[in-house]
C-alpha cells in the first residue's frame, strides 16, 4: 500500500541484506518513523512493545526474528531460546506460534551452518504468502461488498473494529482488503471505524491508512456502532481475527463480542476475515484461548499529539484507580455470518472450514 505516494510493506529487509525494517506503529499517526531490528532481542521488543502488531505481521516479524537469533547463534539450543522468547511475547495471536513453529521445522533438520540462508529464505516467502493470501481475501470479501451495493444503489457502510488493515499483515490487510478492493473498482464505499479503546488503533491506525488510500471514513466511539445499527446505518460489518478455532469460534480485539451481539440483534452481517496461518485446527472452543492481559496503563493513559506538534501522554482515570486491561475477547460462532478466507467464503464452523481446507479433515 502507498504512504504519500511511496509503496510500502510493514516489514523488509533493509538494504544490508540482513536487518529488517519496520513501521513504528506505536508513532502513528502523529509520526511516520522506521525502526531498523538487528537481534533478536529487538525483535522480540517490536512485538511485546507492538511497534508492529496484527496477528499476520506479528508472525512475518517472528519468523524474521528466528533469523536475526540465527544470525548470532544457529545452534539448536540457541534457536530453541529464539523460539521461546518470541514466543513469549504475544500468547493470543497463533500466527506467532505458527510462524516459529514453521521456522524451526524448516531449519532443524539442516546442519547449523546452512540454516541462516534457509531461514532468511522462508522468513521472505512468509512474508509473500501473507500478501498473496490477503489479495485473495480482498478479492472474495469485495464480492459481498459489491452484492451490498447493488443490492440498495446507495454507499456501502461497513463498520470494523480495531486495526485489520495493511498495517496488520505484510499487505492489503485482513478485514480492510476488501474494503481496498471493492474501492479501488469503483464500488462506493464508507467505513465506521471504532476508535477501539484502550489503545485507539482504530482511530490512529485504521483511520490513518484508510486516510491514505482515499478510503471515506468515519471515527466513531467504541459504543456508538449500536446505536447506527438501529438506525439502519451499517450494511455490514467485517472485523479481523487473531485465532481461529476448528469451530469457527473467533478471537480479537476487546469490544467485538459486543460489536457482534448488537449486528445479530438488528439483522446486520457480521464477518470475520482471516488467512490460513489464523486458524488454530487444535481447539475446539473459543473459550480455551488464552486471552492476554496488558499492562493497565493503556487503560489509564493515552498519547496525542499537542497543540505545538509535540506528543504527550496523559491520565484520563484518578490517581489511585485500578484498571483491568483483557487485550482480547472471544465470539462464537453462532454470532458470525461468515468467514472471509483467501479460499472463498464460509460459514463459522467445522463443516464449514473444512469445505475450504479438506486436507484438515481427520
Not at 34 to 43: F, P
Not at 284 to 296: L, N, T, V
Request: hydrophobic share 45%; glycine share 8%.
Amino acid at each position: 500500500m502507498r504512504v504519500d505516494g511511496i509503496p510500502y510493506r510493514t516489514i523488509w529487509l533493509a538494504q544490508d541484506g540482513w536487518s529488517v525494517e519496520i513501521i513504528d506503529q506505536t508513532r502513528l499517526p502523529h509520526r511516520f518513523e522506521i525502526v531498523r531490528l538487528t537481534t533478536l532481542a529487538e525483535a522480540a521488543h517490536a512485538i511485546k512493545a507492538m511497534l508492529v502488531r496484527g496477528a499476520p505481521l506479528i508472525g512475518a516479524t517472528a519468523a524474521y526474528g528466528i533469523c536475526l537469533a540465527a544470525r548470532a547463534d544457529a545452534s539448536d539450543s540457541a534457536l530453541a531460546e529464539a523460539a521461546k522468547a518470541l514466543v513469549a511475547t504475544r500468547p493470543t495471536a497463533i500466527n506467532l506460534q505458527w510462524a516459529v513453529d514453521d521456522m524451526l521445522g524448516r531449519l532443524s533438520p539442516l546442519p547449523p551452518g546452512e540454516r541462516l540462508a534457509t531461514a532468511y529464505r522462508r522468513a521472505a516467502e512468509i512474508a509473500d504468502d501473507d500478501v498473496a493470501t490477503c489479495r485473495g481475501i480482498g478479492t472474495h470479501g469485495a464480492r459481498l461488498i459489491e452484492a451490498a451495493h447493488q443490492r440498495s444503489g446507495k454507499t456501502v457502510n461497513v463498520l470494523t473494529h480495531c486495526n485489520a488493515g495493511w498495517l496488520a499483515t505484510v499487505d492489503w490487510g485482513t478485514a480492510l482488503a476488501p474494503v481496498y478492493t471493492a474501492h479501488d473498482a469503483g464500488v462506493p464505499i464508507h467505513v465506521w471505524v471504532d476508535e477501539t479503546r484502550p489503545r485507539n488503533q482504530g482511530a490512529s491506525l485504521t483511520a490513518w491508512e484508510l486516510g491514505r488510500h482515499g478510503v471515506p471514513h468515519t471515527v466513531i466511539a467504541d459504543n456508538a456502532g449500536g446505536l447506527l445499527m438501529q438506525k439502519g446505518e451499517v450494511d455490514l460489518c467485517i472485523v479481523g481475527t487473531d485465532r481461529t478455532t476448528r469451530t469457527g469460534d473467533v478471537c480479537n480485539k476487546i469490544g467485538t463480542y459486543l460489536k457482534a451481539l448488537a449486528a445479530h440483534d438488528n439483522a446486520v452481517p457480521f464477518y470475520v476475515a482471516l488467512p490460513h496461518s489464523t486458524i488454530d485446527w487444535t481447539l475446539e472452543a473459543g473459550a480455551d484461548i488464552p486471552i492476554e492481559m496488558r499492562s493497565a496503563e493503556e487503560v489509564t493513559h493515552m498519547t496525542g499529539a499537542t497543540a505545538e506538534g509535540g506528543l504527550a501522554t496523559i491520565r484520563v482515570t484518578p490517581e489511585g484507580s485500578a484498571a483491568s486491561n483483557p487485550a482480547f475477547d472471544v465470539t462464537p460462532a453462532r454470532l458470525v455470518t461468515g468467514l472471509i478466507t483467501e479460499r472463498g467464503v464460509c460459514k463459522a464452523s467445522r463443516d464449514g472450514l473444512l469445505s475450504l481446507y479438506p486436507e484438515r479433515a481427520p
